[in-house]
């Protein structure tokens, strides 16, 4: 195992990280931008790097800067958290040829995952489950406005790379295909770089359900349970649980066993999810994407199986077998994650600002993974996500209960915060039974 281990990252995420590798008895190392400079991750280290101005570019997208800062505070290991340069290949390439472990999968599977083109013909191939649509970048209107009549509508147009639902937008016609597929390239050349596009048989009623898998030292690839993330805004998770309410004993079977597949597919290495999409009325599932990296919802997972996924990381990186057995990951009770952001709760715009009251909740069954402390400011510069309200409960309605308690306990001052919508979506009769799909907060926003 090596003995030291750079977060390139910020926020609740390096210090979930950072808590990690200092209980398994490794020296923790920091980076952060002029902004950063006070937040508790920082402090909560054992060593600290400073990489530049604010702006991410500047600091946590600065391949070099963070190369440098390994060498600098002797780090020989790099996290790369979730976001910024997490599924970034040829971060993940220099890391390698700077004679350091990098903590993820191979750039290869990075490469052939992040092109979701390239990847659902992948899984294709895979005998992973797929939507009908395009297996080539759609080039113009003309030749999206063929692909949609061959696939039927509605259709889904997105962004070829990145994540995060950028660029994605559902044409019902000819005139709304015009419409998305100009939205949808122009925001797949801002945010990934490249404006090819792809068309997928869009699901009126879905459910957003992932796998989380984990590819061993040995080879082998494992799922460790399924996670809902159908409560969301403008395709942005907002609320995560598991197990799925949604999903049924053989349907979870069929997903796993896909997901394990999908992994196998590309020599998976390290935690990454496989996301999916479950029709509500077929009642089965198809491909959406593979997430190369730790997701912002892990704690989910970790919770109803006691499995520390960034432990298991770490282990898999420097070669070392796991500390489960690969058969003992069936889920105990029931898990809630609700993100907690400095943003307005009605429309869902950022809200930032300094902190003047932070007082988390505390009591069984009840984790909080949080990047800031009163007097620290949330910036304009990062994502608004402030805290994981997280709860575990022997069943779902317990695990609901708290967290409803851990909500109107959790008092945040300062900066505007989506505490009320929590409250509200977990009284809402869709969420209560289990009965809802990706779009309940349009439902509750309409």
């Known amino acids: 195992m090596f003995g030291s281990v750079l977060v390139a990252n910020r926020g609740e995420i390096a210090r979930r990280v950072i808590r990690t590798v200092r209980a398994m008895g490794l020296r923790a190392v920091a980076v952060h ?47 790369p958290g979730y976001g910024f340069l997490a599924e970034n290949a040829a971060f993940a390439r220099a890391v390698t040829e700077a004679g350091l472990v990098w903590i993820g999968p ?22 992973v489950p797929v939507a009908a649509g395009t297996r080539e970048p759609v080039a ?115 997903m796993l066993d896909a997901a394990v597949r999908a992994g196998e597919a590309v020599g998976y290495r390290g935690a990454g999810t496989v996301e999916c999409l479950v029709d509500v009325e077929q009642g089965d599932f198809v491909f959406l994407e593979m997430n190369t990296r730790l997701q912002v919802e892990h704690p989910v997972t970790e919770l109803v199986t006691g499995v520390d996924l960034v432990e298991q990381q770490l282990r898999v990186a420097a070669g ?19 993100r907690v952001y400095a ?61 409803r308690a851990v909500v109107a306990s959790f008092r945040v001052e300062g900066p505007k915060n989506n505490l009320p919508f929590c409250a509200e979506l977990l009284d809402h009769p869709e969420f209560v039974t289990g009965d809802y799909d990706t779009g309940l907060v349009g439902r509750m926003r309409a």
């Open 33 to 79: 931008s002029e902004a950063d400079a006070e937040l508790p991750f920082v402090a909560e280290a054992d060593a600290a790097f400073a990489l530049g101005p604010a702006a991410p570019a500047q600091s946590y997208l600065d391949i070099a800067r963070v190369l440098e800062a390994c060498r600098a505070t002797g780090a020989e290991a790099i996290h």
């Open 343 to 403: 943003e307005d709760p009605k429309r869902f715009l950022p809200g930032p600002g300094k902190i003047d009251v932070w007082e988390e909740p505390a009591g069984p069954g009840v984790r909080v993974d949080s990047g800031y402390v009163v007097g620290n400011t949330v910036t304009a510069f990062y994502d608004p996500l402030m805290a994981k309200l997280c709860v575990h409960g022997a069943d779902r309605a317990q695990a609901l209960r708290r967290a």
């Open 106 to 127: 191979s750039p290869d599977a990075i490469e052939r995952m992040g092109d979701k083109i390239n990847a659902r013909n992948l899984m294709e191939r895979a005998g």
């Open 320 to 338: 070392e077998p796991v500390t489960f057995a690969a058969g003992a990951t069936e889920p105990r009770g029931h898990a809630i994650e609700l």
């Open 140 to 254: 113009g209107q003309e030749q999206a406005l063929a692909a949609a009549a061959e696939i039927g509508y509605p259709v889904m147009v997105k962004a070829a790379a990145g994540g995060g639902g950028i660029g994605m937008g559902v044409a019902h016609d000819e005139d709304g295909l015009r419409k998305a597929f100009q939205a949808a390239t122009r925001a797949a050349e801002r945010f990934g770089g490249s404006p090819a596009v792809l068309l997928e048989r869009y699901v009126a009623r879905a459910r957003h359900v992932e796998v989380q898998i984990l590819g061993l030292a040995d080879g082998t690839v494992v799922a460790l349970g399924e996670r809902d993330c159908s409560v969301q805004r403008r395709h942005q998770k907002i609320v995560e649980e598991s197990p799925s309410p949604g999903v049924s004993a053989a349907l979870r079977a069929r």
